[in-house]
């Protein structure tokens, strides 16, 4: 009986990449550089650090949506979450790791969402949303 063949992490990010976000109908002979930099990425040599998959998409969807100040172009490149100073990804990260001021609601839902975390329990910043009351006239 034949083997069933294993699709790679860094082929599913190539065809995640090349798919979603070039949207461009996936064939190996097009897409071979995008495996290329999918591996160089997960599985760097030498000296360099790994970046997980769910970091590099993050990036390029943040790359994509045109969330930093110093970023308007279209992303055409796994490489470019290398990019910047400090690198895209080193800002993703970050992002990821610390969640924005409590009164910044929608921000909030956002990185929750993304995260998967909870940013504050609940009641912990009930004061902000309560109204200060006046005296009653006596």
């Known amino acids: 009986m034949a083997k069933t063949r294993r699709i790679s992490d860094t082929e599913v990010l190539a065809?995640?990449?090349?798919?979603?976000?070039?949207?461009?109908?996936?064939?190996?002979?097009?897409?071979?550089r995008?495996?290329?930099?999918?591996?160089?990425?997960?599985?760097?040599?030498?000296?360099?650090e790994p970046l997980t998959i769910p970091v590099i998409k993050g990036t390029i969807q943040f790359m994509g949506e045109g969330r930093w100040d110093?970023?308007?172009?279209?992303?055409?490149?796994?490489?470019?979450?290398?990019?910047?100073q400090p690198?895209?990804?080193?800002?993703?990260?970050?992002?990821m790791s610390t969640p924005p001021p409590a009164y910044l609601q929608s921000d909030v839902k956002e990185w929750e969402e993304v995260t998967g975390k909870i940013a504050y329990p609940e009641g912990a910043y009930d004061i902000i949303q309560a109204?200060?009351?006046?005296a009653p006239d006596n």
């Open 15 to 32: 065809r995640w990449f090349y798919c979603d976000v070039l949207k461009q109908e996936w064939d190996y002979r097009l897409a071979s």
């Open 87 to 95: 690198p895209f990804y080193k800002r993703y990260q970050e992002w």
């Open 70 to 84: 110093d970023w308007d172009r279209p992303v055409t490149s796994l490489r470019m979450v290398m990019w910047g």
């Open 131 to 134: 109204r200060p009351q006046a």
């Open 34 to 48: 995008y495996l290329g930099e999918a591996r160089h990425l997960v599985n760097p040599k030498e000296g360099a």
